[in-house]
């Protein structure tokens, strides 16, 4: 066998990463503290970003959507952490791989007051509009996915993801996955439950 062992992979019971868990900046929303998101867009938001951060809104819990206008990236974290918001979602368009400028292009994901930041880039965005005979969202609270996000970075990351859900023990009709593939890519997909 040609392959070798990832030093960065880690294991599910190492006590350093507990530790990490513990004390990091999303460890309260794993103790039952309700997330709230505010969701805005760069500025002269495009049809297809509109269409985004629509679905957004009803992906996620207790978001809500604020226009930028013309207020700098700082201005809108402290404006947001005052009234209570626990993270910031701002959406970006512009030219992206072979793509137009309109698309919905980057996504950045503040946790508040301090941080950390993340930043994705979007790319094939299809929303449940444009595909065939698509089911109409539910109220239910949705069921986080998030397989192999087995490096230190990668355990970051999907702790940032999920402190944008409540974390309730719920019988949910949606579910969010998130799966990385190679390169570093994250899926989302909605699915709904028939009973």
Not at 28 to 46: L, V
Not at 74 to 95: H, M, P, S, Y
Not at 171 to 179: H, I, K, Q, R
Request: charged letters at 25%; hydrophobic letters at 30%; aromatic letters at 8%.
């Amino acid at each position: 066998n040609m392959r070798e062992a990832d030093e960065t992979i880690l294991v599910s019971d190492d006590e350093e990463i507990r530790r990490d868990e513990d004390e990091d900046e999303f460890r309260k929303y794993f103790d039952g503290e309700q997330p709230r998101t505010m969701i805005t867009t760069n500025n002269h938001p495009s049809k297809p970003l509109i269409q985004l951060t629509r679905s957004l809104l009803e992906l996620i819990p207790g978001s809500y959507y604020y226009s930028r206008r013309d207020f700098s990236l700082k201005d809108i974290c402290v404006w947001a952490a005052e009234r209570g918001f626990t993270n910031l979602i701002v959406l970006g368009q512009g030219l992206q791989l072979k793509g137009h400028k309109r698309n919905p292009c980057s996504l950045i994901l503040v946790h508040l007051p301090e941080g950390p930041t993340m930043t994705f880039r979007l790319s094939s965005v299809k929303l449940p509009d444009q595909i065939r005979n698509h089911a109409k969202a539910t109220k239910h609270k949705p069921e986080l996915i998030l397989n192999q996000f087995s490096t230190r970075l990668g355990m970051r990351v999907s702790r940032g993801i999920a402190s944008l859900f409540p974390q309730v023990g719920s019988l949910p009709t949606t579910v969010l996955t998130s799966s990385p593939q190679p390169h570093a890519s994250c899926s989302v997909r909605t699915y709904g439950y028939l009973a």
